[in-house]
Every structure is written in structure tokens, then in C-alpha cells.
């Protein structure tokens, strides 16, 4: 089974310019997370969705982050204009309630430096 | 809300037992994990216990859960350096099951 996929692995940008993850997610899945891991922290969750529905983006700076899932498959993630304290790595995720656990399963990361 | 805690770092000697404890907030969790995180890679899933159980083992790991004190553990026995990585438990919760992670604990094996 495929994981979840995450492109690009690794982004270095101006703060004020603008960048864009991708991310699909394992076949089926219906609930898609975005997570933000600062350098020695623990994920924060910045966005889930339902299918293509968003059900919590309680912690998602609205400022400045917007996401999108259409069609309930792959989503993206973008970040406009960037600040130097969103460097960070940016973790996809997904679930099944069918799985056991319900366990979430993660992608390698997009690794943001804002310079 | 939800709030999970940990110990930050952990140092112990290989062969040894390692414990990794977490405390958490939100008295309505249903499942809760442990993760592994190797540097530079994503986080692997360890194990996870429902939240109607007290203890699960899985090979070396085993896991404890006091529901009523709101306290999850790890404990790995026979620690190799390979198990050195930031270790991090998680409780899932909610209306829409969002899952909350910890700040995460260091493990450090020393050969």
C-alpha cells in the first residue's frame, strides 16, 4: 500500500513570497490532517478535513494559510505572503475509521525555511 | 481543550529498560498513540491503545494506560541504540476525533 505521498520535500524562500505543498494522501482515506512541526516541538494541527469539508482549522493563522481539498483526494497547502517564524516542516497526514486505531499516517514532511 | 505533556529527554543504558510517560487533558479519548521520529523523517507509528484498555505489549514495547490519572507510558525493555529518536504520544478526541500530540521526549541510548 502506497503511504502518503508530500511534495516538495525541501523549500527555501524570502519572507513575503508565497509557497505551496502538495499532498496525497493513502487511497481511501477520507480524513486529511496538515500539522506544522517548529524545530523541537510536537506537531501542531493546522487544518483537517472530512472528505473535501474542512472540521477544524481552529489553529490555521487565516492571515496567511488557506488550504483546499477538492474532490476529497489530494490537497494543498499554501502560505502568502511567508514570515521567517513559519520555518518549519509541514507534516501531511491521513486516517481511516476503518483502520484499526484509527491511527494517523504521515508523509516524510515539506521542510520550509523562510530566510 | 486538549493538552498532552512530556518529559522532554530521557538517557538510559543500552539493554536497559526505557519508560516514557505522558499525561494528558482531555478525559474523552478514545484512542491514544505513541510515535517515533527518526532525525530528518516523519513520524512512525509505534503503537496505539484504545482507550477501554489498561495495557497492551507489542514485542518490546508495552504500553500502560491509567485512564483515571490521565497518564500513558511507554516502556521499551532491551533498549539498542537504534531505539534513540524523539518519541511522542498522542490522544485522539473530540466530536471530530482531532488527534493532539506532546512536546515529544528525547531518547538518548548510550552504548
Known amino acids: 500500500e502506497a503511504g502518503v505521498a508530500q511534495s516538495p520535500r525541501y523549500k527555501i524562500i524570502e519572507k513575503r513570497q508565497s509557497v505551496a505543498f502538495w499532498c496525497n494522501p493513502i487511497?481511501?482515506?477520507?480524513?486529511l490532517y496538515w500539522y506544522q512541526q517548529i524545530l523541537g516541538q510536537g506537531p501542531k494541527l493546522l487544518i483537517q478535513?472530512?472528505?473535501?469539508?474542512?472540521?477544524?482549522d481552529s489553529q490555521l493563522p487565516k492571515d496567511r494559510f488557506s488550504a483546499e481539498r477538492l474532490k476529497g483526494v489530494d490537497s494543498t497547502l499554501k502560505i502568502q505572503p511567508a514570515k521567517l517564524e513559519d520555518s518549519a516542516v509541514y507534516l501531511c497526514?491521513?486516517?481511516?475509521?476503518?483502520?484499526?486505531?484509527?491511527?494517523?499516517?504521515f508523509g516524510e514532511g515539506s521542510w520550509l525555511t523562510v530566510v | 481543550g486538549e493538552d498532552v505533556e512530556q518529559s522532554l529527554f530521557l538517557s538510559v543504558r543500552e539493554g536497559d529498560s526505557s519508560v516514557i510517560n505522558c499525561t494528558y487533558t482531555?478525559?474523552?479519548?478514545?484512542?491514544l498513540y505513541w510515535y517515533k521520529q527518526e532525525p530528518g523523517a516523519g513520524l512512525q507509528l509505534l503503537t496505539y491503545?484504545?482507550?477501554?484498555?489498561d495495557m497492551k505489549q507489542d514485542q518490546r514495547l508495552t504500553v500502560l494506560l491509567n485512564k483515571k490519572d490521565k497518564h500513558l507510558s511507554l516502556r521499551i525493555a532491551d533498549t539498542q541504540t537504534g531505539d534513540s529518536a524523539i518519541y511522542f504520544c498522542?490522544?485522539?478526541?473530540?466530536?471530530?476525533?482531532?488527534?493532539?500530540f506532546g512536546t515529544g521526549t528525547k531518547l538518548q541510548v548510550i552504548p
Open positions: 498522542a490522544e485522539r478526541s473530540g466530536g471530530y476525533q482531532k488527534v493532539t
Open positions: 482531555d478525559s474523552s479519548s478514545t484512542y
Open positions: 478535513f472530512q472528505n473535501n469539508g474542512v472540521v477544524d
Open positions: 497526514a491521513s486516517s481511516s475509521r476503518g483502520q484499526a486505531g484509527n491511527t494517523i499516517y
Open positions: 491503545i484504545f482507550s477501554n484498555m
Open positions: 487511497s481511501g482515506h477520507a480524513t
